[in-house]
């Protein structure tokens, strides 16, 4: 029986943690430079600055957003919630 060791994760003792991802779209801000607006369906989610989208995207996807102009993703769920900078923390 072959595992695809992409799809596993590691068991650290407790329970695997299932892998939950946003759709998410990226926009710039229109007031500040080097800066996006992240929104969820119609969820504005926050911003983040152009470093951190480097850390929230896949190598595919910093290309299509980059050179292709995509603005639609899917990512880690996790990854959102530590690069982007919410107004309301």
Do not use: P
């Not at 939950?20 to 969820?43: M, P, S, V």
């Not at 989610?45 to 470093?51: A, F, H, Q, R």
């Amino acid at each position: 029986m072959k595992t695809d060791m992409k799809k596993t994760q590691e068991n650290n003792g407790k329970k695997c943690a299932k892998m939950e991802y946003l759709d998410i779209e990226i926009f710039n801000h229109f007031l500040k430079a080097y800066t996006y607006i992240i929104w969820n369906k119609k969820h504005l989610l926050g911003e983040i600055v152009e470093d951190d989208i480097l850390k929230l995207l896949d190598e595919v996807q910093l290309i299509d957003f980059y050179h292709f102009d995509k603005t639609k993703f899917k990512v880690e769920k996790s990854k959102v919630e530590k690069y982007i900078n919410r107004n309301d923390k």
